[in-house]
């Protein structure tokens, strides 16, 4: 699917980092973490590059690469990557929820894969807090 979208003249960039984010998911999901972390790479490189910074497919795959990253072990990237997510989606407004759970999920996992529990407690307060927020409003 990937030669056909780069193949056409006009290239739908949007479509082939979306599409290279799932395959970047799907080898997460089977442990080719190499594999992944480069095809992940390539759709956030095409995104930043053809997208606005607070792009929902750039927001999406910044997450998922520093969710790879944190199955990595490369614990230091993944947290400047959440960060710089969790500001995209603050300086969005009105950003989406789904979004915002999973990078504030995604922070807490990462402090508690730390050890730095009283942290990971504080996001996932913040992520609870958040969902009933939303399911008030």
């Known amino acids: 699917a990937i030669a056909i979208i780069e193949s056409q003249r006009r290239i739908d960039y949007v479509k082939l980092a979306y599409t290279l984010n799932d395959l970047g998911l799907v080898h997460h999901g ?4 190499e594999k992944s972390k480069l095809i992940l790479q390539r759709s956030l490189d095409i995104s930043r590059k053809h997208l ?3 792009h929902t497919n750039v927001i999406n795959t910044l997450n ?3 969710h790879l990253l944190m199955s ?3 614990y230091v990237e993944a947290e400047k990557l959440l960060f710089e997510v969790l500001e995209l989606l603050k300086s969005q407004g ?22 730095d529990y009283q942290k990971a407690l504080e996001m996932h307060m913040l992520n609870y807090n958040l969902m009933i927020f939303y399911l008030i409003f």
Do not use: I
Request: charged share 15%; proline share 3%; no cysteine.
């Open 52 to 54: 606005k910074p607070n």
């Open 30 to 33: 089977l442990r080719n973490l």
């Open 64 to 66: 998922n690469y520093a």
């Open 94 to 115: 009105d950003s989406s929820t789904t979004l915002l759970g999973l990078a504030v999920n995604n922070t807490a996992v990462l402090y508690w894969e730390l050890g």
């Open 72 to 74: 990595l072990g490369e």
